[in-house]
């Protein structure tokens, strides 16, 4: 009953408000409450919680937010919606709303530079990676990130070396993932493609790797994903543009067995492989 009961809902405000999903904006509105509780209670909200909220869409997640953490700043792109956000929750006083694309907003200049705060989102599928990137590398990052995503997403951004990808390794150097919840494409209206998964990152004080040169950490990362499933040799010659002959003195001072690839790696393996590189340069 739930289920219906928030569908009809949703349509409903839809409907008042003369709108329809825009499948260029990866609009998909969730509906059912427990999926809503569920993102809820991952993100451990308290008053003392300030929230960003990216695509707060009808504001359905806004309002099982606005009970329990102390702000919420709204962050919609799509006009119409922000205009629609700011009329229902105009007599909340925590409520922020920001129509701005999120990528293009500071988070520093929405929370400040001395406020911990946790970021909560069901994310359109093909702004994800770029949306945890723009938290993760900025000056001021988020303590928790709770996101709904694409299940093979979460299944890339969690997977253990063996399995590991330049998503992985982005995400893993900065915090710890894990999967809430799967959550079936029916909990949407419309109904996307695939299922969802609910992912929870549990952010670092500090990233795993401290190099004071991110951008050449990640270039060497990817370099070692520059060329599918070969060993490191083949993939990080080949994403350096240097002749092999050069990469395996590098991955011997390294001590990384040079029959190994990219997805084996751990987060401290290309730490130590970063370095090495850094002290051949």
Not at 13 to 32: T, V
Not at 48 to 61: K, R
Request: charged share 25%.
């Amino acid at each position: 009953m739930q289920t219906e009961s928030l569908l009809t809902k949703t349509k409903k405000l839809l409907a008042s408000y003369d709108l329809h999903a825009k499948k260029g904006l990866g609009q998909n509105f969730l509906i059912k409450g427990g999926i809503l509780k569920k993102i809820a209670a991952a993100a451990e909200l308290t008053p003392a919680d300030t929230v960003i909220e990216v695509g707060p869409g009808l504001g359905v997640l806004t309002e099982t937010l606005v009970e329990q953490a102390g702000k919420v700043i709204a962050v919609e792109l799509d006009t119409h919606l922000a205009d629609i956000l700011k009329t229902r929750f105009t007599d909340v006083g925590k409520v922020t709303v920001i129509n701005k694309d999120i990528l293009e907003v500071n988070p520093a200049d929405m929370v400040g530079r001395e406020t911990r705060y946790k970021v909560v989102a069901n994310l359109p599928y093909y702004i994800t990676s770029a949306v945890i990137r723009h938290f993760l590398e900025a000056p001021v990052k988020p303590n928790l990130m709770v996101l709904m995503v694409q299940k093979e997403v979460a299944k890339q951004i969690t997977a253990q070396p063996g399995e590991m990808s330049l998503l992985s390794v982005s995400v893993q150097l900065y915090g710890k993932p894990t999967v809430v919840s799967k959550v079936s494409a029916h909990c949407f209206y419309p109904a996307p493609k695939v299922d969802s998964a609910i992912l929870k990152i549990a952010v670092y004080p500090k990233p795993k790797i401290q190099t004071g040169d991110i951008e050449g950490f990640f270039n060497i990362v990817r370099a070692g994903f520059s060329a599918n499933r070969k060993q490191l040799p083949n993939s990080l010659a080949n994403g350096l543009k240097v002749p092999k002959s050069e990469i395996i003195p590098v991955l011997e001072k390294a001590g990384i067995d040079q029959q190994r690839r990219a997805e084996t790696l751990t987060i401290d393996e290309w730490g130590v492989l970063y370095k090495a590189f850094k002290g051949k340069k």
